[in-house]
T-cell receptor
Framework: AQSVSQHNHHVILSEAASLELGCNYS??????LFWYVQYPGQHLQLLLK??????LVKGIKGFEAEFIKSKFSFNLRKPSVQWSDTAEYFC????????????FGAGTRLFVKA | GAVVSQHPSRVICKSGTSVKIECRSL??????MFWYRQFPKQSLMLMAT?????????EQGVEKDKFLINHASLTLSTLTVTSAHPEDSSFYIC????????????????FGPGTRLTVT
């Protein structure tokens, strides 16, 4: 069965530190890849997405992610985090198994200390 | 653009009663809507895929007779939790999608704010 793994469940960083959140998926076919963010008390928002083309994807708020097909990975990065980045981050993968379906990772809760 | 609303945002009901949750795409037409359930500190679990004008496709382990989904128009899908029990208490999230490029490329999803259901 298809699955999405996010390696870090909780991450605590100080402001200005660099961030990398891991995401790996298990599916051998074509995938669409997403990172979503959920700020406290708010709904899911799209950070960035990959459908095809340049595997280095830039999203909103200074986030970027790199699709490495050979590693089945789509890690999220930000060079310098801010307190306002405190949120939960979800990696998601859309697969086509006779119909499109999106599978979410378990999420990573990021806390940025001011 | 791409705003999705859900109503109600919170509902408390008694065990044995039914609850209807509405999901609307406000500024675009969504041929497909998805219903998810999110347990505390856990990820989103896909419950069903709802296509306008046809029966919903339920994920394995989701009772279709308990979670009734209707997608009567391109902007509205409803989830009815029938004969609710305390174990149905959860956060229910819908998303509305529209295709990217040609139909074989996939879709983008926009999420509603969620509905917190508490069954007492």
């Amino acid at each position: 069965a298809q699955s999405v793994s996010q390696h870090n469940h909780h991450v605590i960083l100080s402001e200005a530190a660099s961030l990398e959140l891991g995401c790996n998926y298990s599916y051998g076919g074509t995938v669409n890849l997403f990172w979503y963010v959920q700020y406290p008390g708010q709904h899911l928002q799209l950070l960035l997405k990959y459908f095809s083309g340049d595997p280095l994807v830039k999203g909103i708020k200074g986030f970027e992610a790199e699709f490495i097909k050979s590693k089945f990975s789509f890690n999220l990065r930000k060079p310098s985090v801010q307190w306002s980045d405190t949120a939960e981050y979800f990696c998601a993968v859309t697969v086509n198994t006779g119909g499109f379906k999106t599978i979410f990772g378990a999420g990573t809760r990021l806390f940025v200390k001011a | 653009g791409a705003v999705v609303s859900q109503h109600p945002s919170r509902v408390i009901c008694k065990s044995g009663t039914s609850v209807k949750i509405e999901c609307r795409s406000l500024d675009f037409q969504a041929t497909t809507m998805f219903w998810y359930r999110q347990f505390p500190k856990q990820s989103l679990m896909l419950m069903a895929t709802s296509n306008e004008g046809s029966k919903a496709t339920y994920e394995q382990g989701v009772e279709k007779d308990k979670f009734l989904i209707n997608h009567a128009s391109l902007t509205l899908s409803t989830l009815t939790v029938t004969s609710a029990h305390p174990e149905d208490s959860s956060f229910y999230i819908c998303s509305a999608s529209y295709p990217v490029g040609y139909s074989g490329r996939g879709y983008e999803q926009y999420f509603g704010p969620g509905t917190r259901l508490t069954v007492t």
